[in-house]
């Protein structure tokens, strides 16, 4: 079967051999996957990504990552056929998504991460039967695609301490940042403040249901604070209390990842904020802890998402609460992912592209 294959920090659309499902696993066609901004990153430098994923305990201890390795994890699926052990409970013809990890007898496989299962770059993939869940008749297989990388943002937004008058400033509206957003609309917070550079994530942002959307350029992010009834210092906030009143806990999204973020959000965030991150900083950063103890910030970083997470977002976006309408903005087949990793390096020419496999 054909696939796109990460090989010497190439893509290369390829044939690898056919799939037979094992001991409590389906195969599966690959309807659409998502490309990530994990898998732009991955490309050139896998091998880091996982060295740094093995010194936190991540989950790639049997990878080698200058092996072959077929990439997408954000997938949505059809049902081909059973292994056996299996239930049938969902029968051939079945759309599903699936949390991208497949039990073998090996262990768990990452998929997208795996030198033994292709991931949705490929035409057919083997899920584990008991975590696959249903998409909801009538919901777009575009729409179900995109429960992972949404998942992302629940998972965010399930980490913060908010309160029901919380104010939350997201810094950068590209896919973790709109997955943040969309949690918070979901779930009722408000206002939801959301800063980006790029016109085009600006507009999704708003789509998405943010209060306030801001240029960066233009306007601090952190202009708002104090109008929206947050005091920046501390000892205003203790008057305020002192004073019997009361304001909502400042709760701030890094879904940037660039060096200096941390220290510039420390610096520029009312005292008592917690800084949730959500962006994944792959190089060394420097912070001054003096400041943020002064000021009584809380770091947060938070990484995936739990399957009940993933489960809750898919029926978010099937029950509307998350409405994804517009975020895919191109589709390819695989003979074209190669070149849709060069334009999604410009957040002008688009928010979402999906892989079809099978086209």
């Known amino acids: 079967m054909r696939a796109v294959i990460r090989r010497n920090k190439q893509l290369v659309c390829d044939q690898i051999d056919e799939l037979e499902p094992g001991e409590g696993q389906v195969l599966v066609k690959t309807l659409a996957c998502g490309i990530c901004g994990s898998d732009l990153h991955a490309l050139h430098h896998m091998e880091h990504m996982v060295e740094v994923s093995r010194r936190g305990g991540g989950g790639t201890m049997n990878f080698d990552p200058t092996a072959d390795t077929v990439f997408g994890h954000e997938f949505c699926a059809e049902i081909l056929d059973h292994g056996p052990g299996t239930t049938g409970a969902l029968k051939a013809g079945a759309r599903v998504v699936s949390v991208p990890a497949t039990m073998t007898a090996g262990g768990v496989e990452l998929l997208g991460y795996s030198n033994r299962l292709p991931g949705g770059f490929a035409e057919r993939m083997v899920l584990t039967e008991a975590m696959l869940l249903p998409v909801p008749n009538g919901l777009p297989t575009d729409a179900a695609a995109l429960t992972e990388p949404f998942a992302v943002g629940a998972h965010a937004v399930a980490k913060a301490h908010l309160d029901p008058n919380s104010v939350a400033v997201v810094i950068g509206c590209g896919p973790v940042g709109l997955a943040v957003i969309a949690s918070l609309k979901a779930r009722g917070y408000g206002p939801v403040i959301a800063a980006d550079y790029s016109p085009r994530r600006r507009a999704a942002a708003e789509a998405l249901g943010a209060d306030v959307v801001l240029d960066p350029a233009k306007e601090s992010p952190h202009g708002r604070w104090e109008q929206l009834g947050v005091p920046m210092a501390s000892a205003a906030q203790k008057m305020m209390r002192m004073m019997g009143a009361q304001f909502g806990r400042p709760v701030v999204f890094e ?5 200096g973020i941390l220290q510039n959000l420390i610096e520029s965030s009312p005292a008592g904020t917690q800084i949730v991150v959500a962006g994944v900083c792959m190089e060394t950063d420097r912070i001054e802890p003096a ?38 903005t191109g589709k390819v087949g695989l003979g074209e992912v190669a ?3 060069v334009a999604l390096g410009d957040p002008e020419a688009h928010v979402k592209i999906l892989v079809e496999p099978v086209r």
């Open 291 to 328: 400041v943020a103890i002064t000021k009584e910030v809380e770091l947060t970083f938070v990484f995936g998402y739990s399957p009940e997470e993933f489960a809750a977002t898919l029926d978010d976006i099937a029950e509307g609460r998350i409405n994804v309408s517009g975020l895919v």
């Open 255 to 259: 879904c940037v990842g660039a060096p």
């Open 339 to 341: 070149d849709a990793f």
